[in-house]
């Protein structure tokens, strides 16, 4: 008998939206519930593909190679590759920026150098004008990885939109929603995952239990979309929402606006987080003074 191929054919534009992260978990249903060994995702008509994505598509496939399946992938020029190199063959196709930082990859586990080199010196060549709140936010979401699944693994992959001058990194577990979460450490149910995920959002609740140190992820997260003029979605088990820099308010930090929220048809087994803050680099006359400063303390060392 003749092996049978599910073949899937990606829309014309993937960007970062609920209507794309539905496609792709319903991808991930078909997948999971075709019968054979060999699956195509064709890519052959799509012009436009916002690479931070490749945070959700990861676990996907990773999840059907485990389970005996291969994947592969077609791409506008019509070349097929294999499943070993698919997510890098989409990042480099579609990527406007291919430096370092942007390059998706492995976080938390095994993988401490790959943070920092990620956070200290990846980010760190992009000359943020907001480098330090940026690095800190990011490293806080890292950390919910480990806190926050059994695996103690996430997915980080970034991408930059050239028209809008944005810098968007998507940051994704498979294991746990919000909702999930608070359930397990704390015994809260709530009446919906929304509700989970406004409670998530506050200063003053926290999704890690009393033993762990820490808590203001997501409170950091809506405070520093807010001061860097920035935008977020979060897609966490069947609840996306969207919010901007309106989502945090100084007088009452506790008040918390989202711009948009979708209940999804099918559930994402999981948390993706997503970050879009305006490409800004810093003032070269200040990035010169802080040369001579390093270098004055140079100097200064070797005479003492």
Not at 135 to 143: H, I
């Amino acid at each position: 008998m003749e092996n049978k191929i599910l073949r899937i054919d990606c829309p014309r534009k993937i960007k970062n939206s609920s209507k794309v992260y539905s496609f792709f978990i319903k991808v991930n249903k078909s997948m999971k519930d075709f019968t054979g060994t060999t699956v195509l995702i064709n890519f052959s008509k799509t012009k436009v593909f916002d690479v931070n994505i490749l945070s959700l598509l990861f676990f996907s496939i990773e999840e059907q190679r485990a389970n005996g399946k291969q994947i592969f992938v077609m791409l506008p020029d019509l070349k097929v590759y294999d499943e070993k190199n698919v997510i890098m063959s989409l990042f480099n196709y579609y990527a406007n920026d291919k430096r370092a930082f942007f390059k998706p990859r492995v976080i938390g586990g095994e993988n401490v150098r790959e943070e920092e080199d990620i956070l200290l010196k990846f980010l760190k060549k992009l000359e943020l004008k907001n480098y330090d709140k940026f690095k800190t936010l990011l490293s806080e979401l890292f950390t919910n990885i480990k806190m926050h699944t059994e695996s103690k693994v996430g997915f980080i992959s970034g991408s930059v939109t050239t028209d809008e001058n944005m810098i968007t990194v998507s940051i994704s577990n498979a294991q746990y929603s919000i909702a999930k979460q608070l359930e397990i450490k704390k015994g809260m149910i709530f009446e919906n995952e929304l509700s989970a995920l406004i409670w998530a959002l506050k200063k003053t609740n926290t999704t890690r239990d009393d033993s762990e140190s820490g808590g203001l992820g997501l409170y950091l997260l809506r405070k520093y979309i807010n001061e860097l003029n920035g935008f977020a979605t979060i897609l966490s088990g069947g609840c996306y929402v969207e919010f901007d820099s309106s989502c945090f308010n100084i007088d009452n930090e506790n008040e918390i606006i989202i711009n948009y929220s979708e209940e999804m048809e099918q559930e994402y087994e999981g948390t993706i987080i997503t970050i879009s803050i305006p490409y800004i680099v810093r003032d070269p006359k200040s990035i010169e003074i802080n040369e001579r400063i390093n270098l004055i303390n140079i100097w200064d060392i070797m005479e003492e």
